[in-house]
């Protein structure tokens, strides 16, 4: 039972004027009839409004409750939307990196006017020039035209450059392993021009790697470049 305490002044004042309303005689029995029916009805709107209040009370603890309720769930959303949205960027970084990775793929290798300059600059300064050989498929006209750069950067820079042309025995056995070489005889003991070369080209951001040749009987003076598919 909520608020015995009232309840019971209620019933406590009720009886009082139930038994003291016909005993109440004189010049001020209707003034206190009146007093007393007063008090017994405030205190019982007082009651109602205190049950008034336990029911908004009720209803502001369930609302807030439900309130919670529906945070909670939103969290919960807020959370799995975070992660989908995590994943999706996950995603579409991956596929940005793939696109780059097909789109560099796509572009045909060239020895921009910059570093052609530095380039030119670079293999000037070699202590020994001599000839250098560039292979390219000619199946291949991506392979061909940067063969033909590296080509007019050497010749540029003092070298005697020879390049096969046309369907020769030289040129088909330029169909070789993919990206560009410095093709030696011995790995651990390239031509001094070789490694020269090498490092000019890796000094303006073109790498040449150095392969073994297929072929034993490679002169030991032998500079070649193989330039294959991309």
Known sequence: VKHPGLIGVLVGVGGEVYFDWKEEKGKNARWKRFFMALLLVSLAYELYEASQNDKEAATAIKMAGQANERAA???ADRVVVEKEAEEIRSTNFVLQAKVLELESRL????????????LVAYLSKA???????????????????FAAQI???????GFEVH????????????????????????????????????????????????????????????????????
């Not at 572009?107 to 530095?118: E, V």
């Open 73 to 75: 769930a939103f969290d």
């Open 127 to 145: 202590p020994e020039k001599g000839e250098v050989s560039i292979f390219a498929s000619i199946l291949d006209p991506e392979a061909m035209n």
């Open 163 to 230: 390049r096969p042309a046309g369907f020769t025995d030289d040129a088909m056995l330029s169909i070789g392993p993919p990206g560009a070489h410095m093709v030696v005889r011995g790995i651990y003991e390239p031509h001094p021009r070789t490694a020269f070369i090498q490092r000019c080209f890796s000094s303006v951001g073109i790498e040449l790697p150095a392969i073994e040749s297929w072929d034993t009987n490679l002169d030991s003076n032998a500079v070649e470049i193989d330039v294959g598919q991309k």
């Open 151 to 157: 080509d007019h950067a050497l010749r540029r820079a």
């Open 107 to 118: 572009q045909p290798r060239a020895i921009t006017s910059g570093q052609a300059s530095n």
